[in-house]
C-alpha cells in the first residue's frame, strides 16, 4: 500500500473516458478547495498529460475516476504507464454519488481521501474486559 504524499508537487484528478460531464457535475467543489489539474481520457492509455510531468524527484498524486465496468482496464492502464505515482482511485456508477464523495473531501480538507496532516501510524487496539453485571 501506498502513503499518501502530503502535500505533492502535482495532483491531477483524471476522468476516464465517457465521463467528460462529470467534470463540471461532481468535482466543482473539489477542484475549487485543491485546485487538482483536470484531465479527462480519451482512452484507459490517455495519460500522456501526466506522463510528461513524471520523472526526478517530483511528488505525483493522481485521483482517478472511474465506472465499475471500466475500472479494471483504466487502472491497469494508467499503472503501467505511470508506476512511480500516488494513485487514488474512485470507481462510481453515478456522477451524484462521486459528487458527494468530492465535496466531503473538500469540506474535510481531505484532498486524497485522508487528512492531509493523517498520522498514518498503525495503533494496537484495545481489547474491551469482560463487561461486569450490576448485582453480579
Known amino acids: 500500500m501506498q502513503t499518501p504524499p502530503a502535500n505533492p508537487d502535482y495532483h491531477f484528478l483524471l ?4 465521463l467528460e ?3 463540471f457535475q461532481a468535482a466543482r ?3 475549487a478547495a485543491f485546485r487538482p489539474v483536470l484531465y479527462s481520457m480519451r482512452a484507459p492509455e490517455d495519460v500522456e498529460l501526466v506522463g510528461y510531468t513524471v520523472g526526478g524527484r517530483r ?3 493522481v ?7 471500466t475500472a479494471p482496464a483504466v487502472r491497469a492502464a494508467v499503472e503501467e504507464r505511470l508506476p512511480g505515482v500516488y494513485l487514488d482511485p474512485l470507481v462510481y456508477d453515478a456522477a451524484a454519488d462521486l459528487q458527494i464523495t468530492l465535496n ?7 484532498r486524497l481521501g485522508l487528512p492531509e496532516d ?19
Not at 476522468?15 to 465517457?18: L, Q, S
Not at 485521483?63 to 465496468?69: A, E, G, K, S
Not at 494496537?124 to 461486569?132: E, L, N, S
Open 104 to 110: 466531503g473531501r473538500a469540506e474535510f480538507g481531505q
Open 15 to 18: 476522468f476516464a473516458p465517457g
Open 118 to 136: 493523517a498520522d498514518l501510524t498503525a495503533r494496537p487496539t484495545r481489547t474491551p474486559g469482560p463487561i461486569q453485571m450490576p448485582g453480579g
Open 21 to 23: 460531464s462529470w467534470v
Open 63 to 69: 485521483t482517478l475516476v472511474m465506472r465499475r465496468d
Open 59 to 61: 511528488v505525483i498524486a
Open 29 to 31: 467543489r473539489y477542484w
